[in-house]
T-cell receptor, first 113, second 112 residues
């Protein structure tokens, strides 16, 4: 299994631009989580999906952030417009009902200049 | 909601010594407590976990203890090696499939 796949690995964009982060969970996993990691705040949950349905998006910072999961094998996190304070590493993780523990992807390092 | 506190934030040990990282949690309903290791440029990786019906769990040089009454749990690494150097995170959740709340992490350095 290739694990959780995130793309791109690095993204540098200018303030105001739209950014789309992508995640492919492990095949057969039915829960998907988006986390943001910063030095100051650590790992923060942004949103999570069960069976492709958003369950809790209370961690999404503001309306500039949106996430979708159109099918069991793909999810996106979009920031529009991006701001310098959005600079962070964004992780996607997946798991399966009855299986304990998440598997994390390698993350996307986002830099907004 | 759940709040997880982790200490210390940095820890340096000599190779071969033991390392202990401690976490406390606030929600008595939490019953799943994993530990993750994050190496530079990589995502966190699960190294060991414990459920609330168990007080201690061991896997080779790594052990985790849980005190539900006091709401704290600890990671113990014995006979540390340079490859143990990484950032370690504790976490808590109601079950293995619900969102994890993470501690702020401990940067462990093992000095050869």
């Amino acid at each position: 299994d290739a694990g959780v796949i995130q793309s791109p690995r690095h993204e540098v964009t200018e303030m105001g631009q739209e950014v789309t982060l992508r995640c492919k969970p492990i095949s057969g996993h039915n829960s998907l989580f988006w986390y943001r990691q910063t030095m100051m705040r650590g790992l923060e949950l942004l949103i999570y999906f069960n069976n492709n349905v958003p369950i809790d998006d209370s961690g999404m910072p503001e309306d500039r952030f949106s996430a979708k999961m159109p099918n069991a094998s793909f999810s996106t996190l979009k920031i529009q417009p991006s701001e310098p304070r959005d600079s962070a590493v964004y992780f996607c993780a997946s798991t399966k009902t009855g299986v304990v523990g998440y598997t994390f992807g390698s993350g996307t390092r986002l830099t907004v200049v | 909601g759940e709040n997880v506190e982790q200490h210390p934030s940095t820890l340096s040990v000599q190779e071969g010594d033991s390392a202990v990282i401690k976490c406390t949690y606030s929600d008595s309903a939490s019953n799943y407590f994993p530990w993750y290791k994050q190496e530079l440029g990589k995502g966190p990786q699960l190294i060991i976990d414990i459920r609330s019906n168990v007080g201690e769990k061991k896997d080779q040089r790594i052990a985790v203890t849980l005190n539900k009454t006091a709401k704290h749990f600890s990671l113990h690494i014995t006979e540390t090696q340079p490859e143990d150097s990484a950032v370690y995170f504790c976490a808590a959740s109601y079950s293995g499939n619900t969102p994890l709340v993470f501690g702020k992490g401990t940067r462990l350095s093992v000095i050869a």
